[in-house]
């Protein structure tokens, strides 16, 4: 009967998929979502007929009908519970989603001029790539950094070269997204100091900072200390800023690094929903009201090549985290029900071989990031397996979103597919695949014990596994890497990074530390290492310490050298 299937009989359904058939006396066969039946005897069987799948090996059929479609009060309208089609009643006629480019390397001067750069060309928002030493929590000096010193990111070492970074960008009118994690408290309290210089006070500042431990230890692996005093330091970060900083994201939900490590679109629904639901219990048992906090979360989802796939990815996630917000945690404002998202096309589906052609395939994830309603969005630059983008290719890039917004006309109209009997059918599927994730995790004790236990980990290798399994053996098409090759080398200008951008920056932070008040900084540690054990009378969070020390010019290796020593480092256990 159309319409009269439960959530309980799609998620049911979907679990079968996903599980597949029950053996006695072996553990059961699961497929993931990339394997076929036929891949599981070891080789590709050409006799077989071809399955039409999506990439998350979700069956399809050849045409969809009226009955494939559940009832339309419960897909609701635009900007209506469940939001399936959109955080707001008129999409993007009302507000076009932020053009965030993404950017970061070499010196701060560096990352500097690209910023103004790409405010000139149009983007109406800065979003910042550090570098690994950084990202890791090591000063430019260290010896780990060699030879990785604004390689990959901008380097930042120091309140000073914070100041740097953002010099003539008025920090009171732009938003800022920050790609950061592990060290994401000293990065925030460089920025609150920055503006404050600036006349600019916490509660004014607008932006997004990434702090998402939990997919570190699922995906990406630049931690510092293990996951349950990570999680303490979050959990501070996400009181200071409720309490301080009524405008800022504190906490972005990243599904995109769980993809790119090898998840399925399902995979990467399920465990980014799984993490911001573990977030959501950790800020509970900090004593913040549910509706204090929520309507601050954000998410960062992939966008990957399957077309379909990707615009029922996101409108499957508002529906869930709606859901989720308002029956399981009891959230009575609206906007605490709103899964707001950024979105990056695929990094991960870029190609050495033909570069060009990823001019193409970021179109495509592109229009898919709008069809599905984000509300931010970065497109990859089709150089980026080769180097750092070029001030050219991330131009091109940008216009790319330009072209969408002002020419295709997907933007008049809010979820211009909603109705669409495949795309409200996969929708569903999604949906009910992702919760048996979900429902899973909650059995193991939440994502924190499931990821204690490796299960994420191990989703994500064995899909990867089989991705890679599939284009190994041309079952899937990548072109121009195993279907309509050429002979032909790539011939692309690339952007380089000079030696002499670390030797300035190891000059730089030396310099700082002779010309600091010595005792200051000496104190200023100290209190950071007190705030971490506990001991301090007066300092009880870690963002009100490292504030401090920043202010008194600690560098970020040494802030972080205090939570190798009070909370120990992390290793992986490498679960297979």
Not at 328 to 355: C, D, E, I, M, Y
Not at 536 to 558: I, S
Request: glycine share 8%; with cysteine.
């Amino acid at each position: 009967v159309r319409g009269q299937t439960s959530n309980q009989d799609r998620e049911s359904k979907a679990e079968a998929a996903l599980l597949g058939p029950q053996t006695r006396g072996s553990r059961a066969q699961r497929l993931t979502p990339t394997q076929s039946p036929r891949q599981t005897a070891g080789m590709a069987d050409s006799s077989s007929p071809r399955r039409y799948e999506t990439m998350s090996g979700v069956p399809l059929k050849v045409s969809y009908k009226p009955e494939d479609v559940r009832p339309y009060a419960e897909i609701g309208d635009p900007g209506q519970y469940p939001f399936t089609r959109g955080v707001h009643e008129t999409m993007y006629r009302g507000k076009p989603w932020t053009m965030r480019m993404f950017a970061g390397f070499g010196t701060p001067e560096d990352t500097n001029n690209r910023f103004h750069f790409l405010l000139k060309a149009g983007q109406t928002g800065l979003s910042t790539a550090f570098d690994m030493p950084t990202l890791m929590g090591y000063d430019p000096d260290n010896e780990r950094s060699l030879g990785e010193v604004g390689r990959e990111g901008v380097s930042i070492g120091s309140i000073d070269d914070m100041r740097l970074l953002f010099s003539g960008i008025p920090l009171r009118e732009v938003t800022t997204s920050m790609t950061i994690n592990a060290p994401a408290v000293y990065l925030l309290a460089c920025y609150i100091a920055i503006a404050e210089e600036q006349g600019v006070g916490p509660h004014e500042l607008r932006g997004t900072l990434q702090n998402d431990m939990l997919k570190e230890f699922i995906a990406q692996k630049e931690w510092i200390s293990p996951i349950r005093p990570a999680i303490r330091i979050m959990r501070d970060m996400q009181v200071y800023c409720t309490e301080q900083m009524p405008l800022w994201n504190t906490i972005s939900i990243s599904g995109y690094h769980i993809r790119e490590a090898g998840a399925t679109a399902v995979q990467e629904l399920a465990f980014t929903l799984a993490d911001g639901i573990g977030y959501v219990q950790m800020s509970l048992e900090a004593g913040l009201p549910v509706d204090s906090f929520a309507p601050r979360l954000s998410f960062f989802f992939d966008v990957h090549n399957d077309f379909f796939e990707e615009i029922a990815k996101f409108r499957a996630a508002r529906r869930i985290w709606a859901k989720t917000m308002r029956e399981r945690f009891g959230a009575k404002n609206p906007r605490s029900w709103l899964l707001r998202t950024h979105a990056q096309t695929a990094g991960v589906s870029l190609t050495a071989q033909q570069p060009l052609n990823n001019v193409v395939r970021t179109t495509m994830q592109a229009l898919a990031a709008v069809l599905g309603g984000t509300q931010s969005l970065h497109t990859n630059s089709y150089d980026e397996t080769y180097a750092l983008p070029t001030e050219d290719a991330a131009t091109l890039a940008l216009r790319t979103q330009q072209i969408i917004a002002e020419e295709s006309g997907v933007a008049q109209v809010a979820d211009p597919l909603g109705g669409s009997y495949f795309v409200e059918q996969l929708t569903d599927e999604m949906e009910a695949r992702a919760m048996v994730y979900i429902n899973k995790i909650d059995t193991m004790g939440g994502i924190v014990r499931a990821i204690e236990e490796g299960y994420p980990q191990r989703e994500l290798a064995n899909s990867a596994y089989q991705f890679q399994r599939a284009v190994d053996a041309g079952e899937r098409v990548i072109v121009g890497v195993n279907k309509y090759r050429t002979g032909e080398g790539a011939k692309i200008p690339t952007l380089k990074i000079e030696k002499e951008v670390e030797h300035k920056q190891v000059e730089r932070i030396k310099t700082l530390r002779q010309n600091r008040d010595p005792q200051a900084a000496l104190l200023a540690i100290d209190g950071v290492r007190k705030a971490a054990q506990g001991t301090d009378p007066h300092t009880h969070n870690l963002m009100v310490a490292v504030l401090a020390a920043v202010k008194a010019r600690v560098t970020l290796g040494e802030v972080c050298d205090v939570f190798r020593e009070v909370f120990g480092e992390h290793r992986d256990p490498a679960y297979l």
